[in-house]
């Protein structure tokens, strides 16, 4: 009941394509769900967040999608850049001080 | 503002042998959690520290062992080290009113 499932694993995208994330979870307690990107050497760092109040949170290319009733939600990067390429984590957890529960990550690549 | 700063960046060790990662987080961010992100897994959650608590623990065995100090630096220590402990082992921490997590770069221990 604690997991967060991701998919996919990786994905390839054309430069000024859209890239789609998703996740599930199957914890109705959890009500806050962040996004992290995470480049090569580097630690994961906060992308986009959203809590279960909202459908949708918009902050510039990155847009989450919120479905409560079917315990998804998704990531869609607009007019993807080979910049962002990275792996990226969803994840969710209880309040906002509780531990995260992340996704298995999905290694995106974006061909120039 | 500095921020999250672990070391050793990296680190080769051999089996049965024990290791200690430090961990120094943001100034004034009394929060630290410790992950264990490995190919396979993806983000595991070790513990958390709070004002020299341990607040929460994932699901690892007694190997794994933390501690915090006064000044919120915090230190994990890995016993009787095997094969399976390679990983990169990353330190994040929090602020108090906010769930965003704060993460290093991390530790990457090899165990031969």
């Known amino acids: 009941q604690q997991q967060v499932k991701q998919s996919p694993q990786s994905l390839i995208v054309q430069k000024g394509g859209i890239s789609i994330i998703n996740c599930a979870y199957e914890n109705t307690a959890f009500d806050y769900f962040p996004w992290y990107q995470q480049f090569p050497g580097k630690g994961p760092a906060l992308l986009i967040a959203i809590r279960p109040d909202v459908s949708e949170k918009k902050e510039g290319r990155f847009t989450i999608s919120f479905n409560k009733s079917a315990k998804q939600f998704s990531l869609h990067i607009m007019d993807s850049q080979p910049g962002d390429s990275a792996t990226y984590f969803c994840?969710?957890?209880?309040?906002?001080?509780?531990?995260?529960?992340f996704g298995k990550g999905t290694k995106l690549s974006v061909k120039p | 503002k500095a921020g999250v700063t672990q070391t050793p960046r990296y680190l080769i060790k051999t089996r049965g042998q024990q290791v200690t990662l430090s961990c120094s987080p943001i100034s004034g961010h009394r929060s630290v959690s410790w992950y264990q992100q490995t190919p396979g897994q993806g983000l595991q959650f070790l513990f958390e520290y709070f004002s020299e608590t341990q607040r929460n623990k994932g699901n690892f065995p007694g190997r794994f062992s933390g501690r915090q100090f006064s000044n919120s630096r915090s230190e994990m220590n890995v016993s009787t080290l095997e094969l399976g402990d390679s990983a990169l082992y990353l330190c994040?921490?929090?602020?108090?009113?906010?769930?965003?997590?704060?993460f290093g770069e991390g530790s990457r221990l090899t165990v031969l």
């Open positions: 994840a969710a957890t209880v309040g906002s001080q509780g531990n995260l529960i």
């Open positions: 994040a921490s929090k602020p108090l009113i906010t769930g965003e997590l704060f």
